[in-house]
Nanobody
Framework: QVQLVESGGGLVQAGGSLRLSCAASGRTFGSSPMAWFRQGPGKEREFVAAISRNGEITYYTDSVKGRFTISRDFAKNTVYLQMNSLKPLDTAVYYC??????????????????WGQGTQVTVSS
């Protein structure tokens, strides 16, 4: 079983930066691909970024490429999402997700078995 707790959300002006953290419990963290999803007001939840089990492969949705960076710290059992050059369209609740151990990274919501409670990011214009 994996439990995920996000933090780091808040209110920021357009062009600013935030770093989200996702602390994972459980011994399988190092074997699980991780991802960030987000759900904006009135929108469906969408994929943002994913990172492979060993942290060597990352993947981003087009709208955040060059602005967001996903990373993981195995010593701290934590995944990060560094968000730079934020735009009002980035306003959403951001969720951390984990796949089952031993699987490959993925971009589909249904591929992820474990979810955090979400953290709100609001970007003002």
């Amino acid at each position: 079983q994996v439990q995920l707790v996000e933090s780091g959300g808040g209110l920021v002006q357009a062009g600013g930066s935030l770093r989200l953290s996702c602390a994972a419990s459980g011994r399988t963290f190092g074997s699980s691909p991780m991802a960030w999803f987000r759900q904006g007001p009135g929108k469906e939840r969408e994929f943002v970024a994913a990172i492979s089990r060993n942290g060597e492969i990352t993947y981003y949705t087009d709208s955040v490429k060059g602005r967001f960076t996903i990373s993981r710290d195995f010593a701290k059992n934590t995944v990060y999402l560094q968000m730079n050059s934020l735009k009002p369209l980035d306003t959403a609740v951001y969720y951390c997700a984990a796949r089952s151990p031993g699987t490959s990274w993925a971009a589909r919501e249904l591929d992820y078995s474990y979810w955090g409670q979400g953290t709100q990011v609001t970007v003002s214009s």
